[in-house]
């Protein structure tokens, strides 16, 4: 007799799987260059999916991004931007003011002094909100006013051709360095108004005390907001010359912009924490951007519901079509199937042949698919392509994508799983076969 | 002759339905098959020669009747539980050879050795044991698509053996070879069954085939009939 005497337990067969697995394996990736023009087919159809995905959330990401420093730098719906933090007195938005300015912020010179000691804060923009009538003569027509340091809301705006070169936005403001006591204008309002760039006007609002002001401006420059209904009502003035209307060296509010946005949570806690300690004169509320970004959450929501749907679509497609693959496949070999179940390999054994198959292709498919990502979304970045105003916008905008690394594990992990995923229609034909009618199919 | 049976088979039937057609590929067949054996089945085309090895090789169940496979009933057994049973005890060789083409003729050996719990050590030993022994010892790292005919059937055959099975189960093995191949596939599968005392049973309308078995079992209409 021979000596090659097996032991009765199969179970001792497990010792061995992970070594079983490696040889499978290596079949498994054999198998992938027996039907190269297949293979090829169903490695490009994962690659597509993983390029497709991964330059979608590039420029989901990019749009997301654009979207926070537009409400951060240049607000949305109607004020200008947020800033990174806003200073508030703590009462406002809890009570009601009673006058103008009741809940503004005082000594504002020294406060600003003491913001700028944190270590994480770039600058401060103080501003004042303030509403009236702005009229030629003829027509009064109501605006909504900032008073603003020009030089800062210039930085402010600016840091946006950071993300769009093509946006050019601090230069609006340029025409309130000028020195002169005048406003800048929304387009729609000066239109309304027949206004033209160095024309006289009365701007009127209420003092601290409750009494009517005006004051002569000069229309130095008439700007479009980027929101068309923003532009109906919209002005903008020194806030020397807002203060001098109201009467008042108060101001509403302090934005602070930080360095970055890193930690952000944080930074905000320790801006807050900095104050309390720092100036008990008056209790403050620091409310960060996203707090008073309900345009943003909203078209970002918008966003994520449009970009998980195509995700999933892109996924189930890429699992239909390597599905129908995995068929053709299994169908081949159907006669090389029933040989290894007939020497006594398992259904489990020979379908992790097929299931690994597939998981090379996802891999495979993967790699190539988020280096030609790489290169695309580079010639797209490249290319400058301006694509149309969102609607509600006016302004057109620079096409662009953005790495989005930390969501591309997700993507090559969905596409992977996908295609294995599609490898189940193996195990369906090899169930559906018996061993003898796998040796007999032709 | 030697007297220990092997597989025994208690009035099989083995019926196929065609379009509500009742074909008896098999009808009340009963025999066994001794250990060691040499058997030959032969009988004309559609006789139930492939359906009845198909049974003995447990990847097939009758319709009707009991199937013993070393004394123990198998016939309630689902052909997937018999896995076990076939990888220990069932060697298999096909008309058309049946190799994995992508893996050598080292690796098609090798392959149901992995999966019997054996190390690697002990598998390689009998893959060159065997690859030996039919001569291959050359063509150790060839692709089955590099080998002849006659050399495919040979690895096939090293294949069906390494496992130390008690039974080979071959449907024509010589079916789509020349005369000379053929002939000296039959001389090796005798040798083997002489050294090893693997029972071997073949399928196969070959007069030269008949010649050479110890047991001949005619076929003919699913029924065994005496020559
Ligand atoms: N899957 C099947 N479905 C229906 N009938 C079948 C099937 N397999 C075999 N048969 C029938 O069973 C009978 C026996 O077939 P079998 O293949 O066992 O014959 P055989 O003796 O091996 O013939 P050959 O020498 O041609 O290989 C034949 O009439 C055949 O048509
Ligand atoms: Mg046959």
Same mark, same amino acid.
């Given at each position: 007799?021979?000596?090659?005497?097996?032991?009765?337990?199969?179970?001792?067969?497990?010792?061995?799987?992970?070594?079983?697995?490696?040889?499978?394996?290596?079949?498994?990736?054999?198998?992938?260059?027996?039907?190269?023009?297949?293979?090829?087919?169903?490695?490009?159809?994962?690659?597509?999916?993983?390029?497709?995905?991964?330059?979608?959330?590039?420029?989901?990401?990019?749009?997301?991004?654009?979207?926070?420093?537009?409400?951060?730098?240049?607000?949305?719906?109607?004020?200008?931007?947020?800033?990174?933090?806003?200073?508030?007195?703590?009462?406002?938005?809890?009570?009601?003011?009673?006058?103008?300015?009741?809940?503004?912020?005082?000594?504002?010179?020294?406060?600003?002094?003491?913001?700028?000691?944190?270590?994480?804060?770039?600058?401060?923009?103080?501003?004042?909100?303030?509403?009236?009538?702005?009229?030629?003569?003829?027509?009064?027509?109501?605006?909504?006013?900032?008073?603003?340091?020009?030089?800062?809301?210039?930085?402010?705006?600016?840091?946006?051709?950071?993300?769009?070169?093509?946006?050019?936005?601090?230069?609006?403001?340029?025409?309130?360095?000028?020195?002169?006591?005048?406003?800048?204008?929304?387009?729609?309002?000066?239109?309304?108004?027949?206004?033209?760039?160095?024309?006289?006007?009365?701007?009127?609002?209420?003092?601290?005390?409750?009494?009517?002001?005006?004051?002569?401006?000069?229309?130095?420059?008439?700007?479009?907001?980027?929101?068309?209904?923003?532009?109906?009502?919209?002005?903008?003035?020194?806030?020397?010359?807002?203060?001098?209307?109201?009467?008042?060296?108060?101001?509403?509010?302090?934005?602070?912009?930080?360095?970055?946005?890193?930690?952000?949570?944080?930074?905000?806690?320790?801006?807050?924490?900095?104050?309390?300690?720092?100036?008990?004169?008056?209790?403050?509320?620091?409310?960060?951007?996203?707090?008073?970004?309900?345009?943003?959450?909203?078209?970002?929501?918008?966003?994520?519901?449009?970009?998980?749907?195509?995700?999933?679509?892109?996924?189930?497609?890429?699992?239909?079509?390597?599905?129908?693959?995995?068929?053709?496949?299994?169908?081949?070999?159907?006669?090389?199937?029933?040989?290894?179940?007939?020497?006594?390999?398992?259904?489990?054994?020979?379908?992790?042949?097929?299931?690994?198959?597939?998981?090379?292709?996802?891999?495979?498919?993967?790699?190539?698919?988020?280096?030609?990502?790489?290169?695309?979304?580079?010639?797209?970045?490249?290319?400058?392509?301006?694509?149309?105003?969102?609607?509600?916008?006016?302004?057109?905008?620079?096409?662009?994508?953005?790495?989005?690394?930390?969501?591309?594990?997700?993507?090559?992990?969905?596409?992977?799983?996908?295609?294995?995923?599609?490898?189940?229609?193996?195990?369906?034909?090899?169930?559906?076969?018996?061993?003898?009618?796998?040796?007999?199919?032709? | 002759?030697?007297?220990?049976?092997?597989?025994?088979?208690?009035?099989?039937?083995?019926?196929?339905?065609?379009?509500?057609?009742?074909?008896?590929?098999?009808?009340?067949?009963?025999?066994?098959?001794?250990?060691?054996?040499?058997?030959?089945?032969?009988?004309?085309?559609?006789?139930?020669?492939?359906?009845?090895?198909?049974?003995?090789?447990?990847?097939?169940?009758?319709?009707?009747?009991?199937?013993?496979?070393?004394?123990?009933?198998?016939?309630?057994?689902?052909?997937?539980?018999?896995?076990?049973?076939?990888?220990?005890?069932?060697?298999?060789?096909?008309?058309?050879?049946?190799?994995?083409?992508?893996? /050598?003729?080292?690796?098609? *050996? @090798?392959?149901? !050795?992995?999966?019997? +719990? #054996?190390? &690697? $050590? /002990?598998?390689?030993?009998? *893959? @060159?044991?065997? !690859?030996?022994?039919? +001569? #291959?010892? &050359? $063509?150790?790292?060839?692709?089955?698509?590099?080998?002849?005919?006659?050399?495919?059937?040979?690895?096939?055959?090293?294949?069906?053996?390494?496992?130390?099975?008690?039974?080979?189960?071959?449907?024509?093995?010589?079916?789509?070879?020349?005369?000379?191949?053929?002939?000296?596939?039959?001389?090796?599968?005798?040798?083997?069954?002489?050294?090893?005392?693997?029972?071997?049973?073949?399928?196969?309308?070959?007069?030269?085939?008949?010649?050479?078995?110890?047991?001949?079992?005619?076929?003919?209409?699913?029924?065994?009939?005496?020559?």
């Amino acid at each position: 007799m021979p000596d090659n005497t097996v032991d009765d337990d199969f179970v001792i067969a497990k010792h061995y799987s992970r070594r079983n697995f490696v040889k499978l394996l290596k079949l498994a990736y054999r198998n992938l260059f027996r039907n190269k023009r297949r293979s090829f087919f169903a490695i490009l159809i994962a690659a597509s999916g993983c390029t497709a995905l991964s330059i979608a959330i590039g420029y989901y990401s990019f749009s997301i991004y654009s979207l926070q420093e537009l409400t951060i730098r240049n607000g949305f719906g109607g004020s200008s931007g947020s800033g990174h933090v806003q200073v508030f007195d703590k009462r406002v938005g809890e009570q009601s003011e009673e006058r103008t300015m009741e809940f503004g912020l005082d000594g504002v010179k020294g406060l600003i002094e003491t913001i700028k000691k944190d270590a994480d804060v770039d600058y401060v923009l103080p501003r004042i909100e303030f509403g009236g009538l702005i009229s030629n003569g003829d027509k009064s027509v109501p605006f909504k006013g900032f008073g603003v340091e020009a030089e800062k809301e210039m930085q402010l705006w600016g840091g946006l051709s950071e993300i769009n070169p093509r946006l050019k936005l601090g230069e609006q403001l340029q025409p309130l360095k000028s020195g002169k006591q005048g406003i800048i204008l929304g387009s729609a309002l000066a239109n309304s108004l027949h206004a033209k760039i160095g024309d006289m006007m009365m701007m009127y609002s209420t003092t601290v005390d409750g009494a009517i002001n005006g004051a002569d401006v000069e229309l130095l420059g008439i700007m479009s907001t980027g929101v068309s209904e923003t532009d109906k009502y919209y002005l903008l003035t020194n806030i020397g010359v807002a203060q001098k209307l109201t009467n008042s060296s108060k101001i509403s509010l302090l934005s602070v912009m930080f360095k970055n946005r890193k930690h952000f949570d944080d930074k905000v806690q320790s801006l807050q924490s900095y104050l309390e300690k720092n100036s008990s004169a008056q209790n403050f509320k620091l409310v960060p951007w996203y707090e008073q970004a309900a345009f943003y959450i909203s078209i970002r929501d918008i966003f994520n519901i449009i970009f998980s749907f195509m995700g999933s679509i892109i996924l189930v497609i890429v699992l239909l079509s390597c599905w129908n693959i995995m068929n053709m496949t299994t169908m081949e070999r159907i006669k090389e199937i029933g040989t290894l179940r007939a020497i006594g390999l398992s259904i489990k054994n020979i379908s992790a042949i097929f299931m690994l198959e597939a998981f090379l292709i996802g891999v495979i498919g993967v790699v190539i698919g988020m280096s030609v990502q790489l290169i695309a979304s580079r010639i797209i970045n490249a290319l400058q392509i301006i694509m149309p105003p969102v609607p509600g916008m006016s302004r057109p905008y620079t096409l662009q994508v953005y790495a989005a690394t930390w969501f591309h594990p997700l993507i090559a992990i969905g596409i992977i799983i996908a295609i294995t995923v599609s490898s189940f229609s193996s195990l369906i034909i090899i169930k559906r076969f018996s061993i003898v009618g796998s040796l007999e199919h032709t | 002759m030697p007297s220990e049976t092997l597989v025994q088979l208690e009035n099989i039937s083995r019926k196929y339905y065609l379009d509500k057609t009742e074909i008896c590929a098999l009808d009340n067949v009963s025999f066994q098959i001794h250990k060691a054996d040499f058997v030959v089945l032969a009988g004309p085309s559609g006789s139930g020669k492939t359906t009845l090895l198909n049974i003995i090789g447990c990847i097939d169940k009758p319709s009707q009747g009991k199937v013993f496979f070393e004394g123990t009933d198998i016939t309630n057994t689902p052909i997937e539980k018999l896995n076990h049973l076939r990888l220990k005890n069932i060697g298999f060789i096909f008309q058309s050879f049946n190799l994995i083409p992508v893996l /050598t003729a080292f690796e098609n *050996v @090798e392959l149901p !050795l992995l999966f019997k +719990g #054996l190390d &690697d $050590k /002990t598998i390689k030993n009998l *893959v @060159e044991k065997f !690859l030996h022994r039919v +001569g #291959l010892m &050359d $063509k150790i790292n060839e692709k089955p698509s590099n080998l002849s005919g006659g050399q495919r059937q040979r690895l096939a055959i090293a294949r069906a053996l390494a496992g130390n099975p008690s039974l080979i189960v071959a449907d024509e093995p010589t079916a789509s070879l020349d005369r000379k191949n053929a002939e000296s596939i039959i001389e090796l599968l005798r040798e083997l069954n002489d050294e090893f005392g693997v029972t071997i049973v073949l399928a196969s309308h070959d007069p030269m085939i008949i010649e050479h078995s110890r047991t001949k079992l005619f076929m003919r209409d699913g029924q065994l009939v005496s020559e």
